[in-house]
């Protein structure tokens, strides 16, 4: 399956196309971005010819004829480049959020409809065995029915890592801020647009697809800046409250050490409760037989369902369905409780969810 990487604004970029290197039934046809430098790296690490740069996405498309498209802009950018890339009859993963308003996300799905093509959003925390053994729990009853998601999510902000997790020193970190779209509002940046997609579309997925009625969000005003770097979001569903932070700041990140407090999820059911968190061997789980608490060792994911990019060649193969957080329908939800929480805490009220 013939692959090519179009916009190298999120740095997720190179670990997607890593995942299609490594894969065995695919490859990389071509890699695109406006700026050539930005492409440097990517077609360094495996082996891109320099007649498989581009820099004008049609010119790309054209030439390589790919099966898919890895899409990694800006948030404020996704809707322009899914309606761009689909004209050309190409399935299409996009990294996450799944957009910068919900209408752009709209957008993005009646673009993938009209060209029949898989239009998947790529949420990492997908990928976590522990995230994973939660719902498959949730899903055998273990807990009951979940009503409350308590979600912390972040890291040390984002310009400190690149792609493979690569550390960036502070005085770089600095310097690029200023040029970031990770800190322009008309981008789709904060820390809000960056993390909570990923607490309130999982949470959507461990609720099973029940939406809030109203969201409550408080977010910091840093100095300097004009995107938050924390927020609040409380959503008030019919069966209760839920909670979902997020966090630039943290004290470490969550994939070398974990901060406190510790990123990811405490669902709590009718039955009982999890404590999922991020790269953990095991989720603690308490029900009514064991009210003290067990230590559940993680699932061990199997092919292919590991990554993002052999899952979606599955699905693309063979039909079958995607992931729930990867689905627009589900990523919709989640854009809608986002669109909500941004008015909220740009008006400093409590808004009903909006539609």
Known sequence: MKFVGINFDHFHMGDLLRLVSEHPRAEIVGLCDEDPARMQDAARNFSIPPERLFTDYRVCLEQTRPDAAILCPAPARHAEYVENVAQFGVHMLVEKPMADSLASADRMMQAAEASGKTL???WP???SATHRTAKRLIDEGVIGQVSEVHYYGGNRGPLYHGADKIEVSEDEVQRRKPASWFYKL???GGSLRD?????VTLGTWFMDGRKPLEVTTVVDEPVGLEVDEHSVTVARYEHGL?????RWGTFTDPWTLQPQPLCGFVLVGSAGTIGSFDYAPTIRVQTKANPEGLEVPVDVLEAPHRNAIEHFIHHLETGAPLLGPLTTATSRIGQQIIDSALLSAREKRTVKLLE
């Open 186 to 188: 008309a981008s789709g």
């Open 195 to 199: 993390y909570l997609g990923y607490g």
């Open 120 to 122: 998947m959003i790529n």
């Open 242 to 246: 839920s909670k979902f932070e997020t």
């Open 125 to 127: 925390l997908v990928w």
